[in-house]
């Protein structure tokens, strides 16, 4: 059985920093894209990173230099580390694993930052 586990969400205040962890099991780990998707209540899903399988990353533009994704695949685990939060980054957070036409999502976790 695939699972995708979050963890990290929560509540923080703008200009603070959190981390999300996620951790698979049940695919072969390694050469999954890993990324972090978001989204904002009445908004469409974003992408808002990914670290290939080749350990190359890609960021949305909104959060360039604020957003660390980064992958540990002797321990299943994709993690990001987000710095200067702001109130646009709310919404909940989804980790997602792909590998050609396997598409994987986690539940989901909220992360609320305040004004």
């Known amino acids: 059985q695939v699972q995708l586990v979050e963890s990290g969400g929560g509540l923080v205040q703008a200009g603070g920093s959190l981390r999300l962890s996620c951790r698979a099991s049940?695919?072969?780990?390694?050469?999954?894209?890993m990324s972090w998707y978001r989204q904002a209540p009445g908004k469409q899903r974003e992408l808002v990173a990914t670290?290939?399988?080749?350990?190359?990353?890609n960021y949305a533009d909104s959060v360039k230099g604020r957003f660390t994704i980064s992958r540990d695949n002797a321990k299943n685990t994709v993690n990001l580390q987000m710095n200067s939060l702001r109130p646009e980054d709310t919404g909940v957070y989804y980790c997602?694993?792909?590998?050609?036409?396997?598409?994987?999502w986690g539940q989901g976790t909220q992360v609320t930052v305040s004004s």
């Open positions: 049940g695919i072969t780990f390694s050469i999954f894209a």
């Open positions: 997602n694993a792909k590998f050609v036409r396997n598409n994987y």
């Open positions: 670290v290939t399988s080749g350990m190359g990353t």
